[in-house]
């Protein structure tokens, strides 16, 4: 059983940054696809980010690209997400993802769920 436990949330000025940590249980993390969600109050939740098993490949969502930023430490068993140039619009709970058994990177297909973590952009 793997277990995805996210961590780095908080409050943020609109334009500042945070870096969000998703850790891994399981020697198999290196295998896995690893993405990140958001889900807004009201809203359903969408794909902000994801990174193949190497590393090699990262995929954004059109309006994250340039001021997101994914990356995974394989020896740490972590996945991360800097978050620069922050808007109001991405105040959310960020969850991370892992191990991808169905469909494309930006859909729910993954087989784990963290429980989320906040993130509020004030204006």
């Known amino acids: 059983q793997v277990q995805l436990v996210e961590s780095g949330g908080g409050l943020v000025q609109a334009g500042g940054s945070l870096r969000l940590s998703c850790a891994a249980s399981?020697?198999?993390?290196?295998?896995?696809?690893m993405g990140w969600f958001r889900q807004a109050p009201g809203k359903e939740r969408e794909f902000v980010a994801a990174i193949s098993w190497s590393g090699g490949s990262t995929y954004y969502a059109g309006s994250e690209k340039g001021r997101f930023t994914i990356s995974r430490d394989s020896a740490k068993n972590t996945v991360s997400l800097q978050m620069n140039s922050l808007k109001p619009e991405d105040t959310a709970v960020y969850y991370c993802?892992?191990?991808?058994?169905?469909?494309?990177?930006?859909?729910?297909?993954?087989?784990?769920w963290g429980q989320g973590t906040q993130v509020t952009v004030s204006s």
């Open positions: 399981g020697r198999t993390f290196r295998r896995y696809a």
């Open positions: 993802a892992g191990d991808l058994k169905s469909g494309s990177y930006d859909g729910p297909g993954y087989a784990y």
